[in-house]
């Protein structure tokens, strides 16, 4: 089993930045992908960035290149999502989520969920 717990969330002006984390426990001593995944109110479920268990690849939806960035840190168990010119339409609840396969993220298929934070940008 893995725990996940994001922090980070809040309320930010368009434009500004945010930097979401997201702490694993439990077997970390697996190879997980890893992805932060959105949900705002009244739409589905979408990835927003994945990274593979080395973080020597990394995927993003369209809408956020170029101005966010999904990163992690092994030795600390942490993965972060970097949110730069952040737009109303970014508002949702960011969730951080693990798999043993990225594709597995990619599909949203993961095996283990974070609780969510909620991240609200003011136009």
């Known amino acids: 089993q893995v725990q996940l717990v994001e922090s980070g969330g809040g309320l930010v002006q368009a434009g500004g930045s945010l930097r979401l984390s997201c702490a694993a426990s439990g077997r970390t001593d697996s190879r997980y992908a890893m992805g932060w995944f959105r949900q705002a109110p009244g739409k589905e479920r979408e990835l927003v960035a994945g990274i593979h268990w080395s973080g020597t690849f990394t995927q993003y939806i369209d809408s956020v290149k170029g101005r966010f960035t999904i990163s992690r840190d092994h030795a600390k168990n942490t993965v972060h999502l970097q949110m730069t010119r952040l737009k109303p339409e970014d508002t949702a609840v960011y969730y951080c989520?693990?798999?043993?396969?990225?594709?597995?993220?990619?599909?949203?298929?993961?095996?283990?969920w974070g609780q969510g934070t909620q991240v609200t940008v003011s136009s």
């Open positions: 989520a693990a798999a043993g396969l990225l594709g597995s993220i990619v599909g949203g298929t993961a095996n283990y």
